[in-house]
């Protein structure tokens, strides 16, 4: 079960005591999955705004290399997926969506 509701989760992270009736006190260790529910989130996210660009570029009659292509549906940040997906409107090659990325700019 994932917990959405962030203070909780918070406390729900930390280990507390429970007592049942007569018997002895146990520590508990609960098990929250949050952070990997986020993190699936986000790739999932990624993984949508990816094909919207793939989409985009072939409605525009826009070749994409195997190489471009592995890039766009490897990258699980969905910002920088987004930022693609607005260039796919106006680039005139699928390589000019990744100019300009960070990335990019420090490999020259």
């Known amino acids: 079960m994932v ?3 962030k203070p909780t989760s918070m ?3 930390e280990p507390f ?3 049942v009736g007569p018997w002895a006190t146990q520590v508990t260790r609960p098990f929250v999955l949050e952070e990997t529910y986020l993190e699936g ?3 999932g996210e990624a ?3 990816a094909k919207g660009v ?3 570029l072939e409605v525009r ?3 994409v290399s195997d190489d471009a292509r592995k890039r766009i549906t490897s990258c699980t940040d969905p910002d920088r997926v987004a930022d693609w997906l607005d260039r796919a409107a106006t680039v005139s090659r699928a390589e000019d969506l990744f100019a300009g990325d960070v990335a ?3 490999e020259s």
Do not use: D, F, N
């Open 3 to 5: 917990c959405r509701h």
């Open 17 to 19: 005591e429970s007592r």
């Open 47 to 49: 993984e949508g705004e």
């Open 61 to 63: 009659g826009i070749p």
């Open 104 to 106: 990019e700019q420090t």
């Open 11 to 13: 406390w729900a992270a």
């Open 41 to 43: 989130k986000a790739e």
């Open 54 to 56: 793939l989409r985009v």
